[in-house]
């Protein structure tokens, strides 16, 4: 009998746990300190850009979703990626999100998207890889932002 309610202790508290378990929390002190809610500012327009650990808990990887400058609510994301820890700075490898290139002739094409910013100084850049679909030229893009942080993760 008493096994029995050890056990169904044991159950118990184990259920009370996961119920109670919050957001996951960085590893690192690295990830831990760029986990937050920031703006994303280029030049021609804003977006809100939203920091958390990675889903593994890696180690120096935050999972980064995007949301348009009016979504404050947080309901509409337009593409999340995970970004990784390099020598100082962040990095999205090359990634698909809404981002079109659009041609004279008015065709649109998708192309995949990097991002690297500085850490400490929160600028960087968003680039892209055009082969030529428009023009027959290849060429390489890169659109300077600033990220401000405004706030802590959803959730925290």
Same mark, same amino acid.
């Given at each position: 009998m008493e096994i029995?309610?050890?056990?169904?202790?044991?159950?118990?508290?184990?259920?009370?746990?996961?119920?109670?378990?919050?957001?996951?929390?960085?590893?690192? *002190?690295?990830?831990?300190?760029?986990v937050g809610t920031y703006k994303?500012?280029?030049?021609?327009?804003?977006?809100?850009?939203?920091a958390v650990p990675? *889903?593994? *808990?890696?180690?120096?990887?935050?999972?980064?979703?995007q949301y348009g400058a009016k979504d404050t609510h947080l309901k509409n994301p337009s593409w999340s990626a995970n970004a990784y820890w390099s020598v100082g700075s962040w990095?999205?490898?090359?990634? *698909?999100?809404?981002?079109?290139l659009k041609c004279k002739d008015g065709v649109s094409h998708s192309l995949p998207v990097s991002y690297s910013w500085d850490a400490a100084a929160n600028t960087g850049f968003k680039a892209f890889f055009d082969p030529g679909i428009c023009d027959g030229k290849a060429a390489s893009h890169a659109n300077p932002f600033t990220l401000t942080k405004v706030g802590?993760?959803?959730?925290s």
């Open positions: 029995r309610r050890i056990v169904t202790a044991a159950i118990a508290l184990s259920i009370s746990a996961i119920g109670l378990a919050g957001p996951a929390h960085a590893t690192d *002190d690295i990830t831990e300190a760029a994303l500012d280029y030049s021609w327009g804003s977006f809100i850009w939203t990675c *889903d593994d *808990d890696a180690p120096q990887c935050l999972h980064i979703t990095v999205i490898p090359p990634v *698909d999100t809404p981002f079109t802590p993760a959803p959730g």
